[in-house]
DNA sequence: ATTTAGAGTGCAAATTTATACATTATTTGC
DNA sequence: GCAAATAATGTATAAATTTGCACTCTAAAT
């Protein structure tokens, strides 16, 4: 149980998970019966280079450091996967994509055919998405999970 | 003194500054006339995006989003000239560009990672740029002052 | 003009993370 | 093998960040 031993541990289980707080990664790693201190944790991370940034839906989340994520992660299974971030601003739906991916995730959308949907333009990796007047931005974003559940 | 003038002063701040705890950034803002409370200021970051990192000797710093650090250093400077003219119409601005510069002046904005500015989108010789709510015309068109010059 | 709904904010408390210090392990040089 | 030096860790505490709640402000609706 030694020093090297865990750093790997963690940095596999940030890899692998979903982690928002150095007890939820403690409680993790007890699991696997390498456990130490939250301080030793705390200094853990540092040495290793992993950093609290957000999870893109209101928490927190690990991050290691950038070039060492999963390279599966660029290479989105289906179009859902390629979106990166959605912005509202000025009554129109901003949609971000991965690059090359906004004219696929916009037929995407356009294919749905919803009422409140008025119509998308798609460059690289942005969508525009116009909402139909007195169109709620609430309903549009019901239509859009419709669209891309499964 | 609204909201979104001072989220675009702390993501101008953040850029420019090594800035290491919020209570560090909140002197700086009070430097520049405008405050706000520490918890003010952890909502903000976290709508922004801004997270604490290591700086790479000992101590910790805030990063903008990945892609927004330092804009356009290897973008040449030449799209500049490609821009033929610029109207606001419905909150929105359309850019028209020389026949296929679009794209090439849209990527240079959208690195920029300016908080004004909500997204673009390209065709082939016309961008349409969508500011963020509340954003005046005018501080978009400081950005993009900022953005072309050099 | 008045009401209502929602966003934005400060305050204080809770939570989370970092660190000073003491202690224990590990390595190094003899 | 032993002492000295160095690194690693835990404990307790400090520092930093986040959040619940109440209040204010703004803008839309009646």
Redesign the pocket.
Known sequence: M??AT?LALIEKLVRENVIG???ELLRMMEGTGM??????L?????QIGIS?GFDGSGG?RYFLPSGREEAADSLPGSDTAAITGITWARGLLLIKTLPGFAPAVAIRIDRAGRYEIAGTVAGDDTILLIPRDNISNEAVEECLSTIFQS
């Open positions: 030694n020093r865990r707080s150095q007890e456990k130490c201190t939250q301080a030793t705390s200094r853990d991370l540092r609290r927190y």
